[in-house]
């Protein structure tokens, strides 16, 4: 069981209040991502989830209970830190150990869990080494190996794929959505990348400035974007907007279309344009178009092998359907 | 560029202070050597050469020797006890945010600046005192007889005045190296159920380890050649003479050169016999 449910949480440090009066309802079983940029107080959520910080004001329950003055070990929460924070001192048996240690779990059921995380995430061979051994994905294995031993209510990820190199963090983002797969339980997971966002969330909840923007699904989220920020921040490449007499003509401030919602031919379309840059990927092609008039730059996809090179001149039509309105504040127009 | 021509330029500029320090070390050194193998008495005007062992057998079959030996342990010891625990305790207190923390901090470190000969004096003068010291006070405000610390407990005293000057260099070790401590450790340790207690053996101990062997390693060579604080408070009575009082009481007092240099020399062997030991269990912790 995880139900995590956040009843009007503030938090202040001195005189700046970082997370604003706050609900948020988090499913039992669900896979909740919080996205946002840098600084927009996601992580410090995590930690008042965690009791690692003490919210100002408002109350946090755990499945049905008040669980906002708990201290963090009877929360029944585990949590995976962004540096692993793995005891250096200990070996990687030891260190799966310690929270059943601290738990007073008999012998012979630590080596049974043991055993069963250390299967289930490829350590068997690495159970009498030192952390320091280790490479980066395998480090990340053990903090998660230590989260699953103590069977906890809900799984807290702060950022723990940022400190991996592009090719090991894929692989590390399928094997914990395989985890939460397998084990069914609540996982909370901090990102800055919305790929990540995108790709393991059940649920998306995009963060700024402590403020939730938006919540939901991340096909929600990128068909029906709430406002600028968030039509801005899922997405990739980013959505292109527009603004002036095209998005008035479309009765709206600012008109948002994705680049995959453009189709690019060489003859003819209703945008005109000359390509810039073109990023070839082999399966697309990115093109940066400019000298439309309508903004500095407008990012299209167009299929893997278009003859169309730097210079040219193209002629863009975006998907009648697939056009965003956004009102003078940035809200959408439904 | 570290080629194999400034490489062999480097050595060359090098080896003039290198010179300079070999021999700065070894005509000591050779002439303690020298004179440990001799009958030199000055006032009697002895100077003979070659004696073989006999300084060093005289030196080491007297009472005195083994006397200094245990008394040096006690001292050695003792200081490193108070100095690594307390020290610990009080890192443990300067880690916490208060206020005015970098002032304390700075009066803390403060007592390592005082001359060992000036700090014995003020210790001795002014608060061991029997007549007008203030622990002399403090023991008749409750209505005690005075104790009279350095002749009824001598070695405890001089103890007691090291370790306050060199606490705070273990403090400042050790407040270093719990400052270096990865806090997300802490919390993981938090979450998973560690009290303070907890935390404090299973993370914080295990973290302080080379720290607390690095400590250990340098006071205890400063700790064996303790003499100003003896020479100031005892002169060596009462049970106070370890070694190296007891090398300076042969030289001075004894107008023995030779017998003192053979001291002298025992000193270092066994002084050299600690510090290797020491070396490879500091080596050990550095190598995890």
């Known amino acids: 069981m995880g139900r995590i449910t956040l009843n009007k949480v503030t938090k202040r440090f001195g005189d700046v ?3 604003p009066p706050l609900d948020l309802e988090i499913e039992d079983g669900e896979f909740v991502v919080f996205v946002g940029p840098s600084g927009c107080g996601k992580s410090t959520l995590l930690r008042l989830i965690a009791g690692l910080e003490d919210v100002s004001s408002g109350r946090i329950d755990i499945d049905g209970s008040d669980a906002t003055s708990v201290p963090p070990a009877k929360r029944g929460l585990a949590m995976v830190f962004q540096s692993y924070a793995l005891y250096p001192h200990m070996s990687v048996r030891k260190n799966i150990a310690f929270p059943m240690k601290m738990a007073g779990v008999p012998q012979d059921e630590q080596a049974r869990r043991i055993e069963g995380a250390a299967k289930a995430l490829n350590l068997t061979d690495y159970l009498d080494r030192r952390p320091g051994q280790l490479s980066g994905g395998q480090r990340q294995r053990v903090a998660i190996g230590r989260a699953i031993v103590r069977e906890p209510a809900a799984f807290l990820f702060d950022e723990p794929l940022s400190n991996l190199d592009a090719a090991l963090r894929v692989g590390m983002r399928l094997e914990i959505s395989e985890l939460h797969k397998r084990l069914a339980t609540t996982m909370v997971y901090v990102t800055h990348d919305q790929v990540e966002a995108m790709t393991m969330a059940d649920k998306i909840v995009v963060l700024r400035a ?14 029906t974007p709430r406002n600028l920020f968030v039509a801005g921040f899922i997405g990739s490449p980013r959505m292109n907007l527009i603004e002036g007499p095209e998005a008035a003509r479309h009765e709206a401030h600012t008109i948002g279309v994705r680049p995959e919602h453009i189709a690019v031919s060489g003859t003819e379309g209703t945008w ?63 | 560029m570290a080629t194999q021509h400034s490489r062999s330029a480097a050595r060359f500029m090098m080896a003039p202070s290198v010179v300079l320090l070999l021999i700065w070390m070894l005509v000591p050194l050779g002439l303690t050597l020298w004179f440990s193998f001799m009958d030199y008495r000055p006032q009697r005007g002895t100077f003979d050469c070659c004696v073989g062992f006999e300084n060093y057998a005289r030196f080491v079959t007297s009472s005195s020797f083994q006397d200094a030996v245990i008394t040096t342990l006690i001292m050695v010891g003792g200081i490193l006890a108070i100095t690594v625990i307390g020290g610990i305790f009080l890192a443990l207190l300067l880690d916490q945010p208060f206020w005015g923390q970098g002032v304390a901090r700075i009066l803390v470190i403060a007592p390592f600046f005082v001359m060992p000969t000036v700090s014995a004096l003020v210790w001795k003068n002014l608060i061991m005192n029997p007549d007008n010291g203030l622990l002399a006070y403090l023991w008749r405000f409750f209505g005690a007889d005075p104790v009279v610390w350095l002749t009824d407990y001598a070695l405890f005293s001089i103890v007691v005045i090291v370790s306050w000057m060199w606490l705070p260099f273990a ?8 400052q270096s401590l990865d806090s997300e450790r802490l919390e993981a340790a938090e979450m998973d159920g560690a009290g303070a207690v907890a935390r404090f053996w299973y ?77 490879r269990i500091v080596g050990k912790n550095l190598d995890a």
């Not at chain 2, 060596?236 to 001291?263: C, D």
């Open chain 1, 17 to 19: 209040e970082v997370i």
């Open chain 1, 210 to 223: 402590g403020n939730i923007e938006q919540v939901g699904s991340p096909l929600e989220l990128y068909r």
């Open chain 1, 272 to 334: 005109k344009g000359r390509i810039g840059v073109s990023e070839h990927l082999g399966s697309d092609t990115f093109f940066h178009v400019h000298d439309t008039g309508l903004a500095e730059t407008l990012t299209v996809r167009a299929g893997g092998e278009v003859d169309l090179h730097h210079g040219d001149t193209v002629y863009l039509t975006p998907e009648a359907d697939k056009i965003h309105r956004f009102d003078r504040k940035g809200l959408r127009i439904a």
């Open chain 2, 171 to 178: 403090t400042l070790i050790l407040l270093t190296s719990i």
């Open chain 2, 203 to 279: 993370m914080i101990l295990p973290h302080l380890a080379r720290a607390i062997t690095i400590v250990i390693l340098i006071e205890t060579i400063f700790l064996l050649a303790i003499f100003a604080e003896i020479f100031v408070t005892t002169g060596g009575a009462f049970g106070t003479q370890n070694l190296t009082y007891l090398i300076y009481q042969r030289v001075i007092e004894s107008q023995n050169i030779g017998l003192g240099s053979a001291g002298g020399i025992i000193a270092v062997i066994l002084a050299n016999i600690v510090a290797i030991f020491l070396m």
